[in-house]
């Protein structure tokens, strides 16, 4: 069946520093891809999505590339900021069956 | 705007005693209904999803249970709790067929004790 797989965290940047969170998807056919943000003691809130393959979603300064060849929807941010500090999920969605993978938690020190 | 509430927030139950965790959604019809769990240090688990009233789709073999008796409201249930049972569940909606974002409540965390 359909799955994502995403980098194990937890991952600890210093402010302004560069992040990446690998994403890589197996389905059939070609499912929306999204990143979700959850902060702590909250549900999960849409961050960006893209829906074909090399779509780019991006908010809040942070991008991803739907690449169909490598099956791969990873999330960048060029310069991250302590409220940044969450746990990210990459999902893939096929015929509304949403399937997440197990989340990464970004700790952003001063 | 549409809006959705998932309550209680937290919950301590006995193990063996019954659970009842309620979630409404406001502003919007006939809604995609789910949910999902979230065990400590764990990704996403589907539970349950709805494309309609009465339209349970189970996606693992457990002691829950859910319903959806209004269009709006779903509603996940236990008979008998288990330790293992201990988690965050979360409510979500989404509309149409076409993949749509996800939109979820703030969650409900649950400890059986």
């Known amino acids: 069946g359909d799955s994502v797989t995403q980098m194990e965290g937890p991952v600890t940047l210093s402010e302004e520093a560069f992040l990446t969170i690998n994403c890589t998807y197996t389905?059939?056919?070609?499912?929306?891809l999204f990143w979700y943000v959850q902060y702590p003691g909250e549900g999960l809130q849409l961050l960006l999505k893209?829906?074909?393959?090399?779509d780019k979603g991006s908010n809040k300064g942070f991008e991803a590339t739907y690449r169909k060849e490598t099956t791969s929807f990873h999330l960048e941010k060029g310069s991250v900021q302590v409220s940044d500090s969450a746990v990210y999920f990459c999902?893939?969605?096929?015929?509304?069956?949403?399937?997440f993978g197990a989340g990464t938690r970004l700790t952003v020190k001063p | 705007s549409q809006t959705i509430h998932q309550w209680p927030a937290t919950l301590v139950q006995p193990v063996g005693s019954p659970l009842s965790l309620e979630c409404t959604v406001e502003?919007?019809?006939?809604?995609?209904l789910y949910w999902y769990r979230q065990a400590a240090g764990r990704g996403l688990q589907l539970l349950f999803y709805?494309?309609?009233?009465?339209?349970i789709s189970s996606e693992v073999p457990q002691n829950l249970s859910a319903s959806r008796p209004q269009d709006r409201q779903f509603i996940l249930s236990s008979k008998k709790l288990l330790l293992s049972d201990s988690g965050f569940y979360l409510c979500?909606?989404?509309?149409?067929?076409?993949?749509?974002?996800?939109?979820f409540g703030n969650g409900t965390r649950l400890t059986v004790t």
């Open positions: 979500a909606w989404s509309v149409g067929t076409d993949n749509s974002p996800l939109h």
């Open positions: 389905a059939t056919g070609y499912p929306s």
């Open positions: 893209a829906t074909k393959a090399d």
């Open positions: 999902a893939g969605a096929n015929n509304n069956d949403m399937r």
């Open positions: 502003g919007t019809s006939n809604p995609n």
């Open positions: 709805s494309v309609g009233i009465g339209q």
